[in-house]
């Protein structure tokens, strides 16, 4: 019922730049919480930044000063300008968002998550 798409991963070099992006669609009344979540290899998936429908945010410790998350609310699409990039950055980034359905019999709320983006910073 929700697909979120993810796109804007790739290779770049430590000290370079990326923008990922992620777009919602579906039976979509509206989205509260949109992220960006993130897993290297060997190590559990750890959020790195989160934005609420008013634009609050909240940031790792690891990324903080480095990289800015930011949506389009009437696109229902998130963003993670990352900056500075590091070698430690390198994982597959996956899109994640509470979001409130239209059901035939009312509203539901569920949580949905993206296929995942590459995202490798060499040295």
């Known amino acids: 019922q929700v697909q979120l798409v993810e796109s804007g991963g790739g290779l770049v070099q430590a000290g370079g730049s990326l923008r990922l992006s992620c777009a919602a669609s579906g039976s979509i009344f509206n989205i509260n919480v949109m992220g960006w979540y993130r897993q290297a290899p060997g190590k559990q998936r750890e959020s790195v930044a989160g934005?609420?429908?008013?634009?609050?945010?909240n940031y790792a410790d690891s990324v903080k000063g480095r990289f800015t998350i930011s949506r389009d609310n009437a696109k229902n699409t998130v963003y993670l300008q990352m900056n500075s990039l590091k070698p430690e950055d390198t994982a597959v980034y996956y899109c994640?968002?509470?979001?409130?359905?239209?059901?035939?019999?009312?509203?539901?709320?569920?949580?949905?998550w993206g296929q995942g983006t590459q995202v490798t910073v060499s040295s």
């Open positions: 934005i609420t429908s008013s634009g609050s945010t």
């Open positions: 994640n968002a509470d979001v409130v359905i239209n059901m035939s019999w009312g509203r539901k709320s569920s949580s949905y």
